[in-house]
């Protein structure tokens, strides 16, 4: 019999599994598209391995991401030399966030209250963050379609990160 944590992660794997490999891919430079599926596919081994002994999951999207993200870590030291895995670690930081809002927001609020912060960015901040995080861009595409520097776009993105940081922090601490 299926535990309610099994069909839990079933469910948000079956219905997430392209955004959790466009998340990872934003993560870790464009090596192979393997990559990012052998991170998702290891986390999820082990969330399902040990679904039964976990309390019951309240916030599947946030345990998810924290668990993925926790193995990009793990891939990034383990890869110390190798120049293949990089991390933002600013859009870990909002990530961080987020994640914190589980014991009082839901799955599904945490969305909500995402894309109200982002939508209240200028239109150069949210089409910025919206091409990178969400599109899988690359700065380089980006650059080429809009013309724009590349360094301009990832000054764009960082302070867009900074702010949407601020703006969540300061929603959850109402």
């Given amino acids: 019999m299926e535990s309610e944590n099994s069909k839990k992660l079933r469910d948000f794997f079956g219905r997430e599994y392209d955004a959790l490999k466009r998340y990872v891919g934003t993560k870790i430079s464009d090596t192979a598209n393997r990559d990012a599926e052998d991170i998702i596919q290891d986390v999820a081994l082990k969330l399902f391995s040990g679904a039964d002994r976990y309390a019951p999951i309240n916030n599947v999207a946030g345990f998810v991401y924290t668990s993925i993200r926790n193995r ?67 700065y380089k595409e980006i650059s080429k379609e809009t013309g724009i520097s590349i360094g301009t776009l990832m000054s764009r993105r960082h302070r867009a990160l900074g702010i949407l940081y601020t703006k969540i922090e300061q929603k959850i601490n109402r």
């Fill in 72 to 138: 990009i870590i793990d891939v990034m030291r383990t890869k110390k030399n190798s120049s293949s895995v990089t991390i933002d670690n600013d859009l870990l930081d909002l990530v961080d966030v987020l994640h914190q809002t589980a014991n009082s927001y839901s799955s599904e609020e945490t969305v909500l209250l995402l894309k109200e912060c982002i939508g209240e960015l200028k239109p150069a901040y949210k089409d910025i963050i919206i091409a990178i995080d969400f599109d899988g861009f690359t």
